[in-house]
């Protein structure tokens, strides 16, 4: 069992930068896949970056790469999700997910969902 909490949503200017954090509770934390979605209103969710259980790799949508930063630190149980150079169309709440197996890039692929944070860019 694994349960996610996720933080460090807020509003921010265009240009600006966030750093979301994923905090993760169980022994086999370190299993899973960690990724981040995330979903504007209207629209469906859509998958923003993953990261293997030990870190070593990592994997971004197009529209994250260059700008926004996976990593997660195995001792504190955490996920972090650096996004810089913002602009409207990041305004979602985005999600901390996490899963064993499957497509990364799809959402099904994961078991366990945070609750979200919303994150919104003003122009």
């Known amino acids: 069992q694994v349960q996610l909490v996720e933080s460090g949503g807020g509003l921010v200017h265009s240009g600006g930068s966030l750093r979301l954090i994923c905090a993760g509770t169980g022994r086999t934390f370190t299993n899973y896949r960690m990724a981040w979605f995330r979903q504007a209103p209207g629209q469906e969710r859509e998958f923003v970056a993953w990261?293997?259980?030990?870190?070593?790799?990592?994997h971004y949508a197009d529209s994250a790469k260059g700008r926004f930063t996976i990593s997660r630190d195995i001792a504190k149980n955490t996920v972090d999700l650096q996004m810089n150079s913002l602009n409207t169309e990041d305004t979602a709440v985005y999600y901390c997910a996490a899963g064993l197996q499957g497509d990364g890039r799809r959402s099904r692929a994961y078991e366990y969902w945070g609750q979200g944070t919303q994150v919104t860019v003003s122009s």
């Open positions: 990261i293997t259980g030990l870190g070593v790799s990592t």
